[in-house]
């Protein structure tokens, strides 16, 4: 029987493609226990628990947690899912661990 809370493991394209450069892309966010709104704008920054987005009409960006928000990023044309759980280490280890297998929570 599979644990309805673990994170869903990571296609090897998903891995590909999240193991580079995420800064610049298009993310959305739905609204949720963690979000009051529906958020869609450009990942401008990340560090290891937290994303910077820059929203259209919004002077300041916005911070929105890894934890518990899922969203989607534009990568490559492709629409991909963008679990926060799954990417909350330090932005420049993400890439070594997504290619090498890393930790357990990226299995």
Known sequence: ?????????LSSAERIAL????LGAAVRFPAGPGLARD?????IDESMSVY???VAGRSRPLRIPKRGVPGTILLGGRELPLRGET??????DRTKRLLA???????
């Open 101 to 107: 297998g890393g930790p357990r929570r990226f299995r």
């Open 52 to 54: 910077v987005v820059r």
């Open 1 to 9: 029987m599979s644990n309805p809370t673990r994170t869903p493991e």
């Open 39 to 43: 958020v869609e704008g450009v990942l």
């Open 19 to 22: 193991a580079g450069e995420l």
């Open 87 to 92: 990417l909350r280490v330090r932005p420049e």
